[in-house]
């Protein structure tokens, strides 16, 4: 199973950036995959998730109306469209499958199997 993000990079305040999860290895559908970022000295936050078969979605308050989080599932391929940018959403950000439904919330961090290396996102 691989998780590969990719899109980071630098912005700022107020612009867009738009991340790529790409999965393979694994049965994309009826999966829950979320986005997940963690910046220096601060905990891993949940920000996105979605539940892949049903495509039903579930948005952190601090990214509500700004992010949003689609999928291509031809291209088993999940996004985080990022938009009016803020410094504090400078973070690394990574996005996570687990072979479950998600519940109402993001799940925690340790419900994930899968994980992928991060991209960096930097809002000055």
């Known amino acids: 199973v691989q998780l590969v993000e990719s899109g980071g990079g630098s912005v700022q305040a107020g612009g867009s950036l738009r991340l790529s999860c790409a999965a393979s290895?694994?049965?994309?559908?009826?999966?829950?995959m979320a986005w997940f970022r963690q910046a220096p000295g601060k905990e891993r936050e949940g920000v996105a998730r979605?539940?892949?078969?049903?495509?039903?979605?579930y948005y952190a308050d601090s990214v509500k109306g700004r992010f949003t989080i689609p999928q291509d599932n031809a291209k088993n391929t999940l996004y985080l469209q990022m938009n009016s940018l803020k410094p504090e959403d400078t973070a690394m950000y990574h996005c996570?499958?687990?072979?479950?439904?998600?519940?109402?919330?993001?799940?925690?961090?340790?419900?994930?199997?899968?994980w992928g290396q991060g991209t960096q996102v930097t809002v000055s």
């Open positions: 979605i539940y892949t078969g049903s495509g039903n979605t």
């Open positions: 290895g694994y049965t994309y559908n009826r999966n829950c």
């Open positions: 996570a499958a687990r072979r479950a439904t998600c519940g109402w919330y993001v799940p925690p961090t340790y419900s994930f199997n899968y």
